[in-house]
């Protein structure tokens, strides 16, 4: 049978930001691509193709990179009796909730939060999942399922807890596993689910919760496990003082020293996060390449404090942005994550403070870094063809167009872009998902998210 190659041309693109390594900005160019990857950006190109969107007054940038996310919380938003809580409390309160976590919530939950990321602009979306209550079904196939439905790249992990209320962790009995059982099925997921091939749409991370909620053991094997097979590795660390001091009192070190003595530092390795680290704990992440997922509107909520970014930055050590879960959001657009990001630097650390373009690289090619991966993260030939347009016309950015790389950073952009295509394929068009309905999403959403809240 011969098979049938997947084109697409976008014509007359008014600005493309490419956040390459020279940072170039094409004016009136075309881009086309086959089978997800970019072939040729450059005027007139005059390409057969099977889609053909035209660009005339679009700004184009490379798809948006979600490097931590919570999806399952999706339906424990905005709840009034977590609203001043610090963390430790609020996972506490919310682990009541969690614990009902079936297939069905994470699949509603993944396409309501993947489907808002995306049209938002984001094409990869990276899932730590780590509550896996008995009996719960696969959870990372629904995820993935989700994923396939709405045509995003993802990234997901088996996450994981051993330590209850009764070992000193947060979480009830009934949603930690022991290490076994974590193992078996963290090999279980790698075998089933992990493509490390170019262009992967699917990837398995390995994700036990954070150092407060898992033993060390736990910790030093799944890094070991991990490198077995080529996968990459990531938790919550120094996101409170709360954590500073619970290692310090269990273990008589700081974070970042704990979990390098598991093996937890290296180009392999990400952290959520990543507020409370001092100056040569700076020094190391960037001697090792061990990277920070920084998630600033979570970071707001829940009252955590400022991440060091701009002396990341300085450093070298790998930045990402993210946008955190649901529930410590209430939200899920990076393109909100970048101006946020670029405000609270600039309150914070004034001229040292990233620009907007570069908070735009960060949530660019920085994100794709932490996840290992280079064929995504800026658009150029060769490159997965992961993009959103943006039309220039619209009333909210008049005025604000002098420089379309900082844009989205400094004017900031709210509602809905208007394409986003993931792979060489059109996934939101004129603003609205393709390939679900979503008022039909929507209403079966709500209606599972008011049962399951119902059963606390
Ligand atoms: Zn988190």
Not at 28 to 44: C, F, M, Q, S, T
Not at 148 to 159: D, F, N, Q, V, W
Not at 411 to 434: A, Q
Request: hydrophobic share 40%; net charge negative; proline share 4%.
């Amino acid at each position: 049978m011969e098979s049938a190659m997947q084109r697409l041309l976008i014509r007359s693109i008014s600005k493309l930001v490419s956040c390459d390594e020279r940072d170039t900005v094409y004016e009136n160019v075309d881009l086309y691509a086959e089978d997800g990857v970019i072939r040729a950006i450059g005027p007139k190109l005059d390409k057969p193709a099977d889609e053909v969107l035209d660009a005339a007054h679009m700004l184009c940038y490379p798809g948006l990179i979600n490097t931590h996310h919570h999806l399952y919380q999706q339906f424990s938003r905005n709840l009034p009796q977590v609203q001043n809580m610090e963390l430790f409390d609020w996972l506490k309160t919310l682990y009541e909730i969690w614990k009902n976590l079936d297939t069905d919530v994470v699949r509603l939950s993944s396409l309501t939060g993947m489907g808002e990321l995306m049209k938002h602009g984001c094409t990869t979306c990276f899932d730590h999942h780590y509550v896996f209550p008995q009996g719960a079904g696969d959870l990372l196939e629904a995820q993935f399922a989700a994923a396939e439905e709405l045509g995003i790249r993802m990234h997901a992990s088996r996450g994981s807890m051993d330590l209850s209320r009764k070992d000193g962790g947060l979480p009830p009995d009934s949603v930690v596993q022991t290490v076994d059982e974590i193992l078996a099925d963290s090999r279980r997921c790698i075998e089933t689910y992990h493509d490390p091939s170019f262009g992967s749409m699917r990837q398995v991370a390995l994700a036990p919760c954070s150092p407060f909620s898992v033993s060390a053991d736990l910790l030093r094997q799944s890094a070991f496990l991990a490198r077995q097979y080529g996968v990459r590795l990531h938790t919550h660390v120094a996101e409170t003082k709360d954590e500073e001091n619970y290692t310090l009192a269990r273990c008589g070190v700081r974070p970042l020293e704990y979990m390098a003595s598991l093996g937890w530092t290296g180009s392999d390795v990400w952290y959520a996060h990543g507020i409370h680290f001092n100056d040569e704990e700076l020094r190391e992440l960037a001697r090792t390449g061990t990277g920070v997922a920084h998630c600033p509107i979570s970071n707001m909520k829940l009252s955590s404090g400022v991440a060091r970014v701009p002396e990341m930055l300085r450093l070298g050590v790998p930045v990402g942005l993210a946008v955190d879960g649901s529930a410590s959001n209430d939200g899920s657009s990076l393109l909100e994550e970048l101006r946020v990001c670029y405000l609270l630097h600039r309150l914070t650390a004034s001229a040292q403070a990233p620009s907007g373009y570069d908070v735009l690289k960060m949530a660019t090619r920085g994100s794709a870094r932490l996840l290992g991966r280079d064929d995504i993260g800026q658009l150029s030939v060769g490159k997965c063809a992961d993009l959103f347009l943006v039309d220039s016309r619209r009333l909210e950015l008049v005025g604000g167009l002098y420089d379309p790389k900082s844009v989205l950073g400094t004017v900031g952009l709210r509602g809905p872009v208007d394409y986003t295509v993931v792979n060489g394929r059109v996934t939101v068009r004129e603003g609205r998902l393709v390939t679900v309905d979503e008022p039909i999403l929507a209403e079966k959403a709500r209606a599972r998210c008011d049962a399951y809240l119902a059963r606390t």
